[in-house]
């Protein structure tokens, strides 16, 4: 099994909503990837959590709260965005040595109105 | 910081080879990437190459590396209608750090 699965694939929210955007994969994988893409944009690194802990935000606003409850699965937790928070979420797992092949989900595309 | 970079737009006809580029500013990382991105979906890797070598060759796909240039290139020989996609370069620049290309819009034309 080489798949990383998302869910939900699209989600429409609004400002004052709370959603959470959940990523699996059963690759044994100990690091995994939370990234923005805008369209036609390259990916943005989110945050980067490696054996269970949190090793990287990139100053991430608050608004976005990443969970990473055991090491098949991967939360982004979200709260009160904004419409320029519209766009392709991709999460990505790798096996944890830091050097190594990303393998990516199909994300979730979502619209804030 | 790492700076990636790639020209935007590529079309090639059906059966010709497609050669995208790529620069980058930072020669730390141990691999360089190459992923695939179509309408709608994740990226998919597609190859890498050990930053100690100078070419790979794997099925229709050649890399060459030039590390004194930090120059990156992917040929895809006879190119088919389905590798229309965005093509990105990545690197490493610090551990899990991956830094990706502006990426590569490559139209096949049949």
């Known amino acids: 099994d080489t798949e990383v699965t998302q869910t939900p694939k699209h989600l429409v929210m609004g400002m004052t909503n709370k959603k959470s955007l959940k990523c699996e994969q059963h690759m044994g994988h100990r690091a995994m990837y939370w990234y923005k893409q805008k369209a036609k944009k390259p990916p943005e690194l989110m945050f980067v959590y490696s054996y269970e802990k949190l090793s990287i935000n990139e100053s991430v606003p608050s608004r976005f709260s990443p969970e990473c409850p055991n090491s098949s699965l991967l939360n982004l937790h979200l709260h009160a965005l904004q419409p320029e928070d519209s766009a392709l979420y991709l999460c990505a797992s790798s096996q944890g040595f830091g050097n190594e092949k990303l393998f990516f989900g199909s994300g979730t595309q979502l619209s804030v109105l | 910081g790492e700076d990636v970079e790639q020209s935007l737009f590529l079309s090639v006809r059906e059966g010709d080879s497609s050669v995208i580029n790529c620069t980058y500013t930072?020669?730390?990382?141990?691999?360089l990437y190459w992923y695939k991105q179509e309408p709608g979906a994740g990226l998919q890797l597609l190859t890498y190459i050990f930053s100690n070598m100078d070419m790979k060759q794997d099925q229709r796909l050649t890399v060459l590396l030039n590390k004194k240039d930090k120059h990156l290139s992917l040929r895809i020989a006879d190119t088919q209608t389905g590798d229309s996609a965005i093509y990105f370069c990545?690197?490493?620049?610090?551990?899990?750090?991956?830094?990706f290309g502006t990426g590569t819009r490559l139209k096949v034309l049949a």
């Open positions: 990545a690197v490493l620049s610090g551990t899990y750090k991956y830094i």
């Open positions: 930072d020669s730390s990382s141990t691999y």
